[in-house]
């Protein structure tokens, strides 16, 4: 699944550690998430598009494999 | 400052460099110990708990999420040293003719120490985010994979008379490949 993870990080000048803070997760799982090798729960995808308030849609983009 | 691809490769150089010198810390000072207990497999076993409280001291700079808290990690120490002295005593006693219905409740006792480190292993393991549980569970079962092949073909290999291994062999191996599923995982959402 694609996301724009690390721009939306970028455009609110967030390290990957302080969105990992504010998410209440690991920082190798933003790094995960923003590198394609892991697709968040949705619980966890709520979160990220609410901590950016944005849709789930405006961050992730579902593409089949 | 650190960008995020430096900052990233030093918390998980971190947390690789804790585990595997804590390993291997553990390993060599389990064959000194295992010299002086007069069973290497023993003194790995009890190497490798010890290594492992070694690893978790270089492991504790990386962030909190990808390491079991402070408080359940020494649950777990505790809980292994336990079980591994009481184990040790037990084989001790298992020398002295006792009576078999003595013996029996003597090996039991061991289960009590285990018993706590699995609900607390259970909890640390509750503790962590979904990618680290993910990671843990998998390393779990790849190393219960790696184990029951090794036991499997070791059994086979002693029915064709080609060898011969103490059961203290198995949490050896256990451990083992529970370590060898860890560094896939890490490595795979690195």
């Known amino acids: 699944m694609k996301n724009k993870l690390r721009q939306l990080r970028a455009e609110h000048n967030w390290s990957q550690a302080s969105l990992a803070e504010k998410l209440d997760v690991s920082r190798q799982t933003v790094n995960a998430i923003e590198n394609g090798r892991y697709d968040p729960s949705l619980p966890l995808a709520f979160k990220i598009a609410s901590v950016f308030n944005l849709s789930i849609e405006e961050v992730f983009e579902y593409s089949e494999e | 400052m650190m960008n995020n691809n430096q900052e990233n490769k030093t918390s998980q150089g971190e947390a ?4 595997m010198i804590g390993m291997a810390a553990g390993m060599a000072l389990g064959a000194v110990i295992g010299f002086i207990v007069g ?11 010890i290594g492992m409280a070694v690893g978790y001291w270089r492991f504790r700079d990386t962030p909190i999420g990808m390491r079991y808290p402070p408080h359940l990690v020494w649950q777990l120490i505790i809980s292994g040293v336990c079980y591994l002295g009481i184990l040790i005593i037990v084989l001790y006693l298992l020398e002295i003719d006792l009576d078999q219905s003595v013996q029996i409740m003597i090996v039991l006792v061991p289960t009590i120490p285990g ?8 909890r640390a393991i509750a503790s962590l985010d979904e990618l680290q549980r993910r990671i843990q569970l998998e390393a779990i079962a790849i190393g219960f994979g790696i184990s029951a092949i090794v036991a499997l073909t070791y059994g086979l290999l002693g029915m064709a008379g080609l060898a011969q291994a103490s059961w203290m062999y198995v949490p050896v191996v256990m451990v083992f490949g529970w370590f060898l599923g860890k560094m896939w995982t890490l490595w795979r959402y690195r």
Do not use: A, E, P
């Open chain 2, 16 to 19: 690789r460099k804790g585990i």
């Open chain 2, 39 to 49: 069973d290497i497999s023993m003194g790995f076993i009890i190497g490798m708990v």
């Open chain 2, 115 to 122: 018993l706590w480190f699995l609900v607390t292993l259970g």
